[in-house]
């Protein structure tokens, strides 16, 4: 690679991965910050809640995730093929399924919101406060998927920075909105809801100024010879799938932690939750960058630079996880307070999880980002045992340590993690040692 290619692909490369992390705020910070707000404004009780209704929130990011950022990659693909017809029409198709289940979720939230609020939430004192929470929640899906959705299109599509801009005006009407609505008007848990749905729609109308550029390449059509939907569906299959495995683990974690260790031991996940979100603004930072920049260099054919990507973005993830790690194990108390415990009992628990769970999240981040990698590579069943194994694994082992050896419980994740690595390295092994097998037979 000449010098100047070499200048201009790491100046693209860090626009799409810091544009990238700014669409991922929309996804995390805004949930950060409710928590800090009603942590603070209202009470620990009301952070629980906010945690216990993020199950929902995971699942319509599965569902965006199946039908909007597997879509992305194939409208990437299909702009590095110069095939802007055909891009055009993925990105049509993917953009009025979201919408269509953004609407499918309200209608759920206007029928069945106490059934759901109960599914969710077995603790008569958490009931009311997750109730509250989950109902604007569910009324606004759309915005949920249409924000997410458009994010990735108009990212792929060469407009990162309009989705950067777009994405911190929404959080800031967000934060502003929180304020307003629980301090001013006394909404509540309810109000912090709202505050982020509000904050998404304004997010949606500043990155509709895509469609006015000149060089925007994607718009609503229905007309192409080849279906869409399936390939849409195929590509997006092992995100979701992960996503939905992370849903169950959510649920699944919430309940065994509750029935174990009550409102203090759910309020210490709730904010190791919290410190996750810091680690997925990272990681969905440099899985969008390889989905869109990787996918994109693949559609051209250059392998060289494809593998740039992956190097710069393992290098930046590690840099980013240590250094959150880091800060939590030196003074873990300072992120307790900031979700709102105020008593001994309450941050020493958190204390000890958070330290806990500040290492078990870099194997997560490690495989997460492999099984992106795979994906591009072809390598389709690996990627889906990962997307199944990533949160499956953790639910047997969190259930076996809170029934015989309760007080390792907060371990149960990093047990996991590491026995994810060690069957994705023996697969990984097994799947080259046939590869190998089969050429040679091949040249006998």
């Given at each position: 690679?000449?010098?100047?290619?070499?200048?201009?692909?790491?100046?693209?490369?860090?626009?799409?991965?810091?544009?990238?992390?700014?669409?991922?705020?929309?996804?995390?910070?805004?949930?950060?910050?409710?928590?800090?707000?009603?942590?603070?404004?209202?009470?620990?009780d009301?952070?629980?809640?906010?945690?216990?209704?993020?199950t929902?929130?995971?699942?319509?990011?599965?569902?965006?995730?199946?039908?909007?950022?597997?879509?992305?990659?194939?409208?990437?693909?299909?702009?590095?093929?110069?095939?802007?017809?055909?891009?055009?029409?993925?990105?049509?198709?993917?953009m009025?399924?979201s919408?269509?289940?953004?609407?499918?979720?309200t209608?759920?939230?206007?029928?069945?919101?106490?059934?759901l609020?109960?599914?969710?939430?077995?603790?008569?004192?958490?009931?009311?406060?997750?109730?509250?929470?989950?109902?604007?929640?569910?009324?606004?899906?759309?915005?949920?998927?249409?924000m997410?959705?458009?994010?990735?299109?108009?990212?792929?599509?060469?407009?990162?920075?309009?989705?950067?801009?777009?994405?911190?005006?929404?959080?800031?009407?967000?934060?502003?909105?929180?304020?307003?609505?629980?301090?001013?008007?006394?909404?509540?848990?309810?109000?912090?809801?709202?505050?982020?749905?509000?904050?998404?729609?304004?997010?949606?109308?500043?990155?509709?100024?895509?469609?006015?550029y000149?060089?925007?390449?994607?718009?609503?059509?229905?007309?192409?010879?080849?279906?869409?939907l399936?390939?849409?569906i195929?590509?997006?299959?092992?995100?979701?799938?992960?996503?939905?495995?992370?849903?169950?683990?959510?649920?699944?974690?919430?309940?065994?932690?509750?029935?174990?260790?009550?409102?203090i031991?759910?309020?210490?996940?709730?904010v190791?939750?919290?410190?996750?979100?810091?680690?997925?603004?990272?990681?969905?930072?440099?899985?969008?960058?390889?989905?869109?920049l990787?996918?994109?260099?693949?559609?051209?054919?250059?392998?060289?630079?494809?593998?740039?990507?992956?190097?710069?973005?393992?290098?930046?993830?590690?840099?980013?996880?240590?250094?959150t790690?880091?800060?939590?194990?030196?003074?873990?108390?300072?992120?307790?307070r900031?979700?709102?415990?105020?008593?001994?009992?309450?941050?020493?628990?958190?204390?000890?999880a958070?330290?806990?769970?500040?290492?078990?999240?870099?194997p997560?981040?490690?495989?997460?980002?492999?099984?992106?990698?795979?994906?591009?590579?072809?390598?389709?069943?690996?990627?889906?045992?990962?997307?199944?194994?990533?949160?499956?694994?953790?639910?047997p082992?969190?259930?076996?340590i809170?029934?015989?050896?309760i007080?390792?419980i907060?371990?149960?994740?990093?047990i996991?993690?590491?026995?994810?690595?060690?069957?994705?390295?023996?697969?990984?092994?097994i799947?080259?040692?046939r590869?190998?097998l089969?050429?040679?037979?091949?040249?006998?």
């Open positions: 690679m000449h010098q100047e290619d070499k200048i201009t692909f790491d100046s693209q490369y860090w626009r799409f991965l810091w544009s990238s992390i700014l669409i991922a705020l929309s996804g995390c910070l805004g949930n950060i910050v409710d928590a800090i707000i009603v942590g603070n404004l209202i009470s620990a009301a952070v629980s809640a906010i945690n216990l209704s993020r929902v929130i995971q699942f319509m990011f599965t569902l965006s995730m199946l039908l909007s950022t597997g879509a992305g990659m194939l409208v990437g693909i299909q702009l590095g093929k110069n095939d802007t017809p055909r891009a055009t029409y993925i990105y049509t198709v993917s009025a399924l919408l269509a289940v953004g609407i499918i979720l209608l759920c939230g206007l029928t069945v919101p106490h059934q609020a109960g599914w969710l939430c077995n603790n008569q004192q958490l009931y009311q406060p997750t109730y509250d929470y989950l109902v604007p929640m569910l009324l606004g899906a759309p915005a949920y998927m249409v997410w959705a458009l994010s990735t299109m108009v990212g792929v599509d060469g407009s990162p920075r309009l989705v950067s801009f777009a994405i911190l005006v929404d959080n800031a009407v967000n934060l502003i909105c929180d304020i307003i609505f629980i301090q001013w008007l006394g909404w509540g848990v309810a109000g912090s809801s709202i505050a982020t749905v509000l904050g998404h729609v304004v997010g949606i109308l500043i990155m509709c100024r895509h469609y006015l000149q060089d925007n390449h994607l718009h609503l059509t229905w007309h192409h010879p080849q279906p869409a399936a390939d849409i195929s590509q997006g299959t092992p995100l979701a799938v992960a996503s939905i495995c992370l849903t169950l683990l959510m649920y699944s974690a919430n309940t065994i932690v509750l029935t174990s260790l009550g409102r031991g759910i309020f210490a996940l709730s190791c939750m919290n410190l996750l979100q810091i680690y997925n603004l990272f990681l969905a930072g440099v899985c969008r960058t390889i989905q869109s990787g996918a994109i260099q693949v559609g051209k054919g250059d392998n060289v630079l494809f593998r740039q990507v992956i190097h710069k973005s393992f290098r930046f993830i590690t840099i980013a996880m240590l250094l790690c880091l800060y939590v194990w030196i003074d873990p108390a300072s992120i307790s900031l979700f709102g415990a105020d008593t001994a009992d309450i941050i020493t628990e958190s204390n000890y958070l330290r806990i769970f500040a290492l078990s999240f870099i997560f981040c490690y495989i997460y980002t492999i099984m992106i990698v795979y994906k591009l590579y072809g390598y389709h069943k690996i990627a889906l045992f990962i997307s199944f194994a990533l949160s499956l694994t953790v639910i082992v969190l259930w076996l809170s029934r015989y050896y007080s390792l907060w371990y149960s994740y990093l996991a993690y590491a026995i994810e690595i060690i069957l994705i390295v023996a697969i990984h092994y799947g080259n040692v590869f190998q089969d050429s040679d037979t091949s040249k006998l």
